[in-house]
């Protein structure tokens, strides 16, 4: 470190951390504390600065415990001598003497010994060999004389002789124990004979009474996850299907230790995703026309509402302390953002409809009021930033933007008076006078104490106490407790920003008299809930201009006319076309035509190889954007018009443009896959790979919306089965939809699943020559595995659309050896791969009934054959085909 300030030198403050770190060494505080401060920059900057002197070279650097101090003053005394001018070779030599020197004093100390360890002599005789090695290297530089050579062989010789004369100590002069004749039986191949030396661990004493009680080996009761049931059709058949989802979850959470702390996370959070978005609908309001269709709709029991209300709050409380434990990367987080906002959102709908209907044997009070008993209109909860926040949300599953409609909807028909709305979480956890007022129309129905007690008391209070008679709301009518905390939970995930902890689960709720607002604490944690929701969305969306342009702001075309240099994206985009595809972000209804033609034209397949144009053509394509509430659907007077929620649409702008205009978008998306699939060459290490595998994803994408489509205008879709609003599709365009669902589901069936096999086939031959080969750098397998785990990631997508009667012998034996392939392999939990996690086991879950019917169908041979080809494939013996 060299130019250091003369007041740093001389800080006593300084000096004093020394002394504290030498009486408690910690080389970490030395090095990334100390030091950097001594030299006023960070410690690698210091030593770049001086590495190119010829007094700083690299040395060898002490293995040993005991060496550090003895090799550090060393090299300062060896620095010192070369920055005073000393020549290198004259450095040697003083060196060289002081190992000279040390042998004299080994001779002095061996004068004052009787007796020497063996462990001594060895490190004796090292210590010559080194010095006779130093002699002749320095006669060999003609550094010192034969003489001066022959006077230090005559000192290693007077070392011997000292040594010689010692008495001799060796390490081995307590033999041990004599062997135990244990042999009763004579048979020697059947008793302790086959473990040599262990009968010399012979216990004398007793060790019977130290035995404990036996320990029960844990018992797996195995998960059948097809208990929840396809479709359901009746709220029987719904409250069923979430009784079933809860157990599950129950019994993945108390069997972690089996399945894995992370694919248990994942499969609760596949499980739950699914139960609400493919099996069980979404309530429908009252005053919603879809309302007498709904399954909710259905006469009840005071019991069936209350049950129905915790098992829905168990069901939350699953999801998202699961979410808790999964650990996401920053640029897959709007697809999990998604899943959480939509799916809590779904939960909590539930609960406030149950509320809104009254049970035919004891309707509840809190229902009554809920429904406007006093005849001042509903009470109820809002969306709050629900459908803002939800905008950029990267839905790759058609179901998750039919339920986020479906929210929407539902809070939209219960056209709630503004003065009636409470529980406005987004906003702060301030009491609102519509919370006063619904709180004090139960406490007059009921004749309850409306002075002594307030208003807050009745909301916090979960158990009973003396000194608040607020208990009394939650412990005789338990159902407020669960709406209560649903609403919060709900509210809160539009709260938590990217840089927030996980929503909190278990909740406690207090009174803070001085803020005059509600106290939350997450009774995990400890810790007060912070509620910063924000208007609009939470981060910007990959789709936005403004987004890239930073310090630029881009809201309309001409806004590009002010920027000299638009950004080039690490040089893979001229100017011309950067305008041209910005121009396209600033028409958010016509962006998904326009930029994935844009890329799918003018060989600009090629630019997707940078990741940030491809996350910008996921959120252009994926992102469901600005919402159309019930009613928007007519056409725009005027162009442009003023009224932007005309432009809007009620199921994203992906399903639209597939109701809209099939024919060109799905010829785009043809273009695309193909063009990436013509820069195979035939490799997994090639620089095209990462290319081909995202026009791969982003067509698995596409294919499962035009499958969501076909199968819902055909009536064959599993479980969604009523009328989407505004969505008429005519015979030419479910015939474009059929024709290209075709011709994609062909290519990725035949060309994409061929290419994928056969890379897969040569990671494995690279990883069988490595493992084979013991000069191999064996960290080159872990390579392998990565870059296998990864092509069979995508192969599973690949058959994520497949409906019962699609599934053979080949596509069988090739998805279920991929999955086995990657829960062998693959660390879930990290969302390393550019697939989310959550996707994969989404598609587990898709495809797991179709699986297992096909398995159960099979006479024998082909479930045989898929079998033996999984073993293969995750053995690494072979390939899906016998040899």
């Not at 003396?466 to 005789?476: F, K, R």
Request: aromatic content about 8%; hydrophobic content about 40%; some cysteine.
């Amino acid at each position: 470190i060299d130019d250091i300030p003369a007041e740093r030198m001389q800080d006593n403050t300084w000096w004093a951390m020394v002394a504290c770190n030498n009486m408690k060494p910690s080389f970490a505080r030395l090095y990334n504390f100390l030091l950097p401060w001594l030299a006023g920059k960070p410690l690698a900057a210091a030593i770049a600065d001086t590495c190119n002197e010829p007094c700083s070279a690299y040395r060898t650097t002490p293995r040993r415990v005991k060496a550090p101090h003895y090799r550090s003053l060393l090299e300062a005394v060896r620095y010192l001598l070369l920055w005073r001018g000393l020549a290198p070779a004259k450095v040697k030599t003083i060196t060289f003497n002081l190992r000279r020197q040390y042998l004299k004093f080994i001779v002095n100390d061996l004068t004052c010994l009787k007796v020497l360890s063996d462990s001594d002599r060895h490190l004796i005789k090292l210590g010559c060999r080194q010095l006779a090695h130093a002699a002749v290297k320095q006669a060999k530089a003609r550094l010192i004389s034969p003489f001066q050579l022959q006077t230090v062989k005559t000192d290693i010789d007077a070392v011997d002789h000292v040594m010689g004369a010692m008495e001799h100590h060796s390490d081995i002069d307590y033999p041990p124990p004599p062997l135990l004749n244990l042999d009763t039986t004579g048979d020697r191949h059947t008793t302790w004979f086959k473990h040599p030396l262990m009968d010399r661990l012979l216990r004398s004493d007793d060790t019977s009474g130290l035995a404990g009680a036996p320990r029960d080996v844990p018992h797996c009761v195995p998960v059948n996850l097809l208990k929840v049931p396809e479709r359901v059709d009746t709220f029987t058949q719904a409250v069923e299907a979430l009784r079933h989802c809860e157990i599950l979850c129950r019994m993945i959470t108390e069997q972690k230790s089996s399945f894995g702390e992370q694919n248990s996370s994942l499969l609760i959070l596949s499980l739950i995703e699914h139960t609400v978005t493919h099996v069980v609908p979404v309530p429908r309001a009252a005053r919603d026309p879809m309302h007498p269709m709904c399954l909710w709709n259905t006469p009840l029991l005071y019991a069936q509402q209350l049950e129905t209300c915790l098992l829905v709050q168990r069901i939350c409380h699953h999801f998202l302390a699961t979410f808790k434990k999964i650990s996401i990367h920053d640029l897959n987080e709007p697809y999990w953002d998604g899943v959480r906002l939509v799916v809590t959102g779904a939960l909590f709908v539930m609960v406030d409809s149950m509320l809104r209907r009254l049970p035919t044997d004891f309707p509840s009070v809190i229902s009554e009021q809920l429904l406007g008993y006093d005849g001042e209109g509903a009470y109820g909860m809002g969306p709050g930033y629900f459908a803002q926040q939800s905008e950029i949300m990267r839905s790759i599953s058609p179901e998750l933007t039919i339920v986020r409609t479906d929210v929407l909807d539902y809070f939209q028909h219960l056209e709630i008076p503004e003065y009636n709305v409470f529980f406005t979480w987004e906003r702060g956890t301030k009491n609102h006078q519509s919370l006063d007022e619904f709180i004090l129309a139960i406490c007059r129905r009921l004749g309850w104490n409306q002075t002594a007690t307030h208003t807050w008391d009745y909301v916090i209070s979960d158990m009973m106490t003396d000194d608040n008679a607020g208990w009394v709301l939650g412990y005789s009518y338990p159902e407020w407790l669960p709406y209560r905390d649903m609403s919060i939970l709900f509210k809160m995930q539009m709260a938590q920003h990217r840089f927030c902890p996980a929503p909190p689960v278990s909740l406690s709720w207090s009174w803070d008299q001085r803020r005059h607002s509600f106290e939350v604490v997450d009774v995990t944690s400890s810790e007060t809930v912070r509620m910063q929701c924000k208007r609009g969305v939470r981060y910007l969306s990959k789709a936005d201009a403004s987004t890239h342009s930073a310090p630029y702001k881009i809201s309309t075309e001409n806004d590009l006319l002010h920027i000299k240099n638009l950004p080039d994206f690490g040089g893979v985009l001229n100017q011309r076309d950067a305008e041209l595809l910005f121009s396209y972000l600033t028409v958010p209804y016509l962006r998904v035509p326009l930029v994935l033609s844009f890329f799918a034209t003018h060989d600009r397949v090629h630019l997707l190889r940078h990741e940030e144009l491809q996350h910008m053509l996921d959120a252009t394509l994926f992102e469901p954007h600005r919402f159309a509430p019930f009613g928007c659907n007519r056409a725009p007077v005027m162009v442009p018009t003023e009224e932007k929620q005309l432009l809007a649409t009620p199921f994203g702008l992906l399903l639209n443009e597939l109701h809209r205009s099939p024919e060109s978008f799905i010829a785009s998306v043809l273009s695309l896959l193909k063009q990436g699939l013509e820069c195979d060459s035939g490799t997994p290490y090639s620089t095209e790979v990462d290319l081909i595998l995202y026009t791969v994803r982003l067509a698995v994408r596409v294919e499962s919306a035009i499958t969501f489509y076909v199968r819902h205008a055909t009536r064959t879709h599993p479980s969604v089965h009523r009328d989407l609003r505004d969505v008429s599709l005519s015979a030419d365009t479910l015939t474009t939809l059929l024709e290209g669902l075709e011709t994609l589901s062909h290519v990725l069936l035949d060309e994409v699943r061929n290419m994928l096999e056969a890379w897969i086939a040569q990671c494995v031959k690279k990883y069988r020559e490595i493992a084979s080969n013991p000069e191999a750098d064996k960290s080159d397998l872990d390579e392998q595995v990565e870059r296998a785990c990864l092509l069979h990631t995508h192969l599973v997508l690949v058959h994520r659309n497949l409906s019962a009667d699609d599934w053979d012998l080949r596509s069988v034996a090739t998805f279920l050896s991929s999955v086995i392939y990657l829960q062998n392999r693959y660390s879930w939990g990290n969302d390393e791969l550019p697939v989310p996690e959550f996707e994969l086991f989404q598609v587990f879950h898709l495809q797991r009934r179709a699986v297992i019917g096909w398995l159960s169908a099979d006479g024998g041979t082909d479930r045989a054959a898929a079998l033996e080809a999984m073993v293969r494939i995750a053995t690494d013996s072979g390939g899906r085909l016998a040899k």
